[in-house]
């Protein structure tokens, strides 16, 4: 399987990282190796300044390649909730230096997801999510707000790459990204449902 990411799909993030709000999906990828199912998150020691993106993941159900627009809804049954850990000095060094970014977020055990996922028929409509930080509201989210929706996202990565069952696509982050430390806890929330815990150690 592999984990598919989107840059920049919420407009107000773009702008908290001064950066230009995209014409087309940005996308990178982050290994197998970058997944974490646990509820425990060691801080890395490459890094100084760790940020959570809070975001919500697609699971791709079936094989597919240039999947139209109006087809896309057929690739993916269920959504969770998920953190793009990112190593954001790391990732402002590559960014200068005009260099890729993966040593900034791909790396073990920066793509955490939640255990359980919710299946996308059962939702209706936008879909809420957030992420709080030691008890407090850090990240709300919601789908009305995606620059790319989740069809234009599914046809237009598989113009470039192959989807297969199992693979996970993570759909962007709000606005209120930030720094994490050692003994933070995060919850991730999709409506009123808990579905992520993690500690920091
Ligand atoms: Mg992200």
């Known amino acids: 399987m ?3 990411c989107i840059g920049r799909n919420y407009a107000k993030h773009a702008r908290e990282m001064e950066s230009e709000i995209p014409k087309e999906p940005i996308f990178f990828l982050k290994p197998d190796t970058a997944l974490l199912k646990e509820n ?6 490459f890094t100084k300044d760790l940020h959570y993106e809070a975001e919500l993941v697609l699971k791709i159900c079936k094989h597919g390649k240039h999947i139209a627009v109006e087809h896309a809804s057929n ?16 990732q402002k060094e590559c960014k200068e230096k005009g ?11 920066s793509a955490v997801i939640s255990q359980k996922f919710i299946d996308i028929s059962n939702l209706r409509g ?19 707000d995606l620059l790319f929706d989740f069809n234009q996202l599914i046809s237009y990565i598989s113009q470039f790459i192959t989807l297969k069952t199992g693979d996970l696509i993570f759909t962007g982050t709000p606005e209120g ?12 929330f999709i409506g009123s449902d808990k579905l992520l815990i993690l500690s920091i150690k």
């Open 2 to 4: 592999k984990i598919i």
């Open 126 to 144: 936008h879909i809420n999510f957030s992420l709080k930080k030691n008890g407090e509201v850090v990240q709300k989210g919601n789908t009305k």
């Open 40 to 45: 425990n998150f060691y801080y890395p020691e």
């Open 75 to 90: 690739y993916y049954d269920k959504v969770g909730l998920g953190i793009d850990f990112t190593a954001r000095d790391v």
């Open 99 to 109: 260099l890729p970014w993966e040593k900034a977020k791909a790396f073990d055990n």
């Open 177 to 188: 990204v930030g720094p994490v430390e050692i003994g933070d806890r995060l919850e991730g």
